[in-house]
């Protein structure tokens, strides 16, 4: 099993099961820790477009009919061979990402895990005999799969958010087109080399680079694509949903403003821990990402002090050169301009710096787009940071009194796509379980999404499920055949 190279496609599409030289200019794509540029994507024409389209559309005649238990063997090939060349997956992940090694090798392998969760879930699609009202009749509700899916990921989980889509729709029995972002474009082109080597048919699976205002928008237009699944901005995502020209099946995993409540009664330390996971992890790029953290007041400087220590001790690196690095870069140049914009908000607000607020010193972060992981306290509502998604490493902290305004101002977003709680009284729990108007509540932990349960945001943060079994049921239509057969009329 030889292991893709960036040499080999750099300037490629995947288009009816085979690599080919992109029509387009060439977009370079940098290293965002080295400032170096590791290779160009083509930017997709749209003869190359209705080209994908075309062959997504022929396969998905064939695939559709495919037994399900086809369709898992082949998802079970896949989640292999993608785990049996994780190393290699996750330095391409590394270079064109920044995330540290070992985590982009850690999220090679969740996107096994959905090849073989969905490979699972594809021979459990049970279809419903439901009563009728005289006798004589029977009425089935089968289910059947879309057609074909244009898939629009981001750049902060190259892979994973690439996986959700990819494997819910081959589960399913869709075909699909991916376009990548252009910033992280050759880890969907290595998941496309081992789609073939799984042996999935020509034209299941279709990989188009270039700009997401120009590529991206091409599929939502086009009237071969039958579902949009798109994860990203809140913003393009109700410009997806205005843009549409006909009647579209959409999913959409759009940005959030994730708020964290430590109660009186939690425990301090798991929720320092958990604050400084889930507030920095791949630099605070995620869209589950604690923004703000509300604290009850009697504990407020104690967590504060734990916090920034814990903030403080975290290590940075080129995530090459140091795989156990706790944080990489940021994969660009804008998502640090907002941060430190954010930052200089709160501060001439009156928000107190207790910890980072600068980039990294030496001669190693020079040339990359580092930040250090930064904490402001005392923050209100009207600052950037307590009121926008930031997605970078920045977590604005406030003090609170009761449960009642801790639910308030946490619930004070247009967007609702995951909260946390630390607390161990439980009628502090099951109070904020209830009061917060969120699609995901993690409780004592930071794990907001695990694949077999459903995942979906509320409010401007989306609509529509990924994971688990409603994550693939996003990908059929449902069928109502009303027999007459006269037994028993």
């Not at 399900?68 to 060349?85: F, Q």
């Not at 082109?189 to 590529?215: D, F, H, Q, R, W």
């Not at 379980?433 to 459903?454: F, R």
Request: with cysteine; glycine share 10%; hydrophobic share 40%.
């Amino acid at each position: 099993m030889p292991a893709v190279k960036l040499s080999q496609i750099s300037g490629k599409l995947f288009i009816g099961g085979q690599f080919v030289e992109g029509r387009g200019g060439r977009i370079d794509v940098i290293n965002p820790a080295r400032g170096e540029m590791i290779g160009q994507i083509a930017a997709t024409t749209a003869e190359e477009v209705d080209a994908a389209v075309e062959s997504a559309r022929a396969a998905f005649r064939v695939w559709s009919r495919v037994p399900a238990k086809v369709r898992a063997n082949a998802l079970h090939a896949l989640g292999e061979l993608i785990a049996a060349d994780v190393l290699n997956m996750a330095q391409i992940m590394t270079s064109e990402q920044g995330k540290p090694l070992n985590e982009a090798k850690g999220e090679i392998l969740k996107l096994a895990e959905a090849c073989h969760f969905y490979g699972e879930e594809a021979v459990r699609v049970f279809g419903e005999i439901v009563p009728n009202d005289q006798n004589g009749y029977q009425s089935q509700v089968v289910r059947e799969p879309i057609g074909v899916v244009g898939a629009i990921t981001p750049w902060n989980y190259p892979a994973e958010l690439v996986g959700w889509k990819l494997c819910a729709s081959l589960a399913a029995g869709c075909s699909i087109i991916i376009k990548p972002a252009e910033l992280t474009p050759f880890t969907a082109l290595a998941i496309a080399e081992k789609v073939s080597e799984a042996g999935i048919p020509a034209g299941v699976v279709n990989v188009l680079t270039g700009k997401g205002s120009i590529v991206g928008q091409a599929l939502v237009e086009h009237s071969g694509v039958d579902k949009i699944a798109f994860t990203g901005s809140s913003a393009v995502g109700l410009h997806i949903q205005r843009s549409c020209p006909s009647v579209k099946r959409l999913s959409l995993e759009l940005g959030g403003n994730c708020p964290m409540i430590v109660t009186k009664s939690a425990d301090i330390d798991a929720a320092v821990k958990g604050a400084t996971r889930r507030s920095f992890r791949n630099m605070g790029q995620i869209c589950i990402a604690i923004n703000r953290i509300y604290v009850a007041r009697p504990i407020y400087e104690t967590f504060l002090d734990g916090f920034a220590k814990a903030a403080d001790a975290l290590t940075i690196g080129d995530g090459l050169d140091n795989p156990a690095a706790d944080l990489g870069s940021m994969a660009s140049r804008d998502p640090l301009a907002k941060t430190r914009d954010h930052l200089d908000d709160a501060l001439v607000k009156g928000a107190r710096l207790v910890a980072g607020g600068n980039a990294p010193q030496g001669p190693e972060f020079e040339k990359g787009f580092f930040f250090r992981p930064t904490i402001v306290a005392d923050c209100t509502q009207d600052m950037k940071v307590m009121s926008e998604e930031t997605f970078g490493p920045l977590v604005g902290v406030a003090p609170f009194d009761s449960l009642e305004e801790a639910a308030s101002r946490a619930n004070d977003t247009p967007y609702g796509l995951a909260s946390y709680v630390y607390a161990r009284d439980l009628e502090e729990i099951y109070q904020l379980s209830a009061e917060l108007d969120y699609g995901n509540v993690a409780i004592n932990n930071v794990d907001a999404g695990i694949m077999n349960a459903p995942y979906g945001g509320r409010k401007q943060s989306g609509i529509g499920y990924e994971h688990g079994r409603e994550g693939l049921l996003e990908y059929f239509n449902f069928k109502h055949v009303r027999l007459f057969h006269g037994v028993g009329a």
